[in-house]
């Protein structure tokens, strides 16, 4: 069965600083992976996703993330954090169950906290 | 943009009321679900549909309840609340073709039962 580990619950960075937050998963088979973004009392935005072909996959406001299947990470970055980056990310992977379908399995997420 | 809807983002309640926590959506998606969300904690399935008439539990188990009459509805009750239940509860769909397990969410409903 597939999993999702996010490193760290929470990150703090400064705004205008490197923002990058970590998932690794576990697959047996070829993923598809995802990145959700959740601000208070709201519902999951999807930021991006990897399904095939290149490895980097650009989302929402200026976040990135790599697929990179020999460390089975998919991390998520953005060069400069804005104070609006706030807010609580989940990294997910897709699980094919039959009759086609697709079950996401999240991580615990993490969350962002930007200082001015 | 994704159309799906959730009714009441908030409620308070006491035990043993029945509770019905609303999810529609106007994309016309066969398959829909309901997670629940504790904080700190990852996003459990509790249920899920396939389409209409069908309705199947999800990984964690849940006293609650849910139907699907029409493609749009998918609503989920629980006979009578107890503080155990207090959550966030989300409602979720997917497309009927090129599914990669993207899910759409609505905003999500809290309940807190006193």
């Known amino acids: 069965a597939q999993s999702v580990t996010q490193l760290g619950s929470h990150v703090s960075v400064s705004e205008g600083a490197l923002v990058l937050l970590r998932c690794n998963y576990s697959?047996?088979?070829?993923?598809?992976l995802f990145w959700y973004v959740q601000y208070p009392n709201q519902g999951l935005q999807l930021l991006l996703k990897y399904t095939t072909g290149a490895t980097l996959v650009k989302g929402i406001n200026g976040f990135e993330a790599e697929f990179k299947k020999s460390e089975t990470s998919f991390h998520l970055t953005k060069p400069s954090a804005h104070m609006s980056d706030a807010a609580e990310y989940f990294c997910a992977v897709s699980e094919r169950r039959g009759t086609g379908f697709q079950k996401l399995v999240f991580g615990t997420g993490t969350r962002l906290l930007v200082s001015p | 943009e994704a159309d799906i809807y959730q009714t009441p983002r908030y409620l308070v309640i006491g035990t043993g009321k029945k509770i019905t926590l609303e999810c529609s959506q106007t994309m016309g998606h066969d398959k829909m679900y309901w997670y629940q969300q504790d904080p700190g904690m990852e996003l459990h399935l509790i249920h899920y549909s396939y389409g209409v008439n069908s309705t199947e539990k999800g990984d964690l188990s849940s006293e609650s309840t849910v139907s699907r009459i029409r493609t749009e509805h998918f609503p989920l009750t629980l006979e009578s609340a107890r503080p155990s239940h207090t959550s966030q509860y989300l409602c979720?769909?997917?497309?009927?073709?090129?599914?990669?397990?993207?899910?759409?969410f609505g905003e999500g409903s809290r309940l807190t039962v006193l």
């Open positions: 697959s047996s088979v070829p993923p598809y």
């Open positions: 979720a769909s997917t497309r009927n073709r090129g599914n990669t397990g993207e899910l759409f």
